[in-house]
């Protein structure tokens, strides 16, 4: 029995350990991610609210099951659909972090 505990114990501490180690990833600015997004010009297919069009997605709600490593991934690592991946560009592979907190920052203002 104390091998049942000491294995649940192992799981729930990784568990923690994980999601402690995702958030310090997630922790940008969303001030600089604001002037990232602005200045690479993002509103030109998700608009200056975010919001998206028909074309192109709501940052807001799809921000809302997206973790900082899918919004990277679709991003910077592979685009997803028409977004183009922003892998060689430095000022958005360094800010990612702050981009993602902005995106996120709108969507608990919603």
């Known amino acids: 029995m104390k091998k049942n505990f000491s294995i649940v114990g192992t799981i729930i501490s990784g568990i923690f350990l994980i999601g402690i180690a995702q958030s310090a990833m997630a922790e940008g600015d969303a001030a600089k991610g604001e002037k990232l997004y602005q200045r690479e010009g993002c509103q030109g297919c998700h608009g200056a609210t975010l919001e998206g069009s028909a074309a192109y997605p709501n940052l807001?709600?799809?921000?809302?099951?997206?973790?900082?490593?899918?919004?990277?991934?679709?991003?910077?690592?592979?685009?997803?659909?028409?977004?183009?991946?922003?892998?060689?560009?430095?000022k958005v592979k360094t800010g990612i972090?702050?981009?993602?907190?902005?995106?996120?920052s709108k969507k608990t203002k919603k």
């Open 60 to 90: 807001i709600t799809s921000s809302k099951t997206a973790s900082i490593e899918e919004f990277t991934k679709a991003v910077v690592t592979e685009g997803k659909g028409p977004m183009a991946m922003f892998k060689a560009n430095e």
């Open 97 to 104: 972090a702050d981009l993602y907190a902005y995106v996120v």
